[in-house]
């Protein structure tokens, strides 16, 4: 893409709805794409300033629903250790959109069992258990 493309004016909340059909090389899995594995590049430092010196690979780690119900990709570089948030496209991969978002769920960091203790029932209660 040139740059006389990037500062095009959209309307307002063009990306939800229009995919992005520029394609480029993904820095983490090689394949030309349009939008995959929803990695990044660590080249800002505000949004669009390009100011960033690291260039890392900005891998996403999580998800979040803003104020007004927009998703955005929490990514994490890997170079630096930098944090940022970027809002979602219509080219983003659904699929590994909610993988992200079930991941914590998938992966509780403590034991199911202690819900179950927390809750206060007891293993009859448990519609599995034998009797």
């Not at 030309?32 to 990044?40: D, E, K, R």
């Not at 570089?77 to 914590?104: F, H, Q, T, V, Y």
Request: net charge positive.
């Amino acid at each position: 893409m040139n740059r006389e493309n990037k500062r095009k004016a959209y309307e307002k909340n063009y990306y939800k709805t229009h995919a992005c059909y520029d394609s480029f090389t993904c820095k983490v899995c090689g394949a030309v794409i349009f939008s995959n594995c929803l990695s990044s590049l660590h080249l800002d430092t505000e949004p669009g300033d390009r100011a960033a010196d690291c260039g890392g690979i900005m891998d996403p780690v999580a998800v979040w629903v803003r104020k007004n119900g927009e998703w955005a990709i929490i990514h994490r570089c890997r170079r630096c250790g930098w944090l940022s948030s970027n809002r979602i496209a219509a080219d983003d991969n659904p699929i590994k959109l909610m993988s992200i978002a079930m991941k914590p769920i998938a992966q509780p960091p403590f034991p199911v069992e202690y819900m179950r203790e927390m809750a206060g029932l007891k293993p009859e209660n448990n519609i599995n258990a034998q009797s």
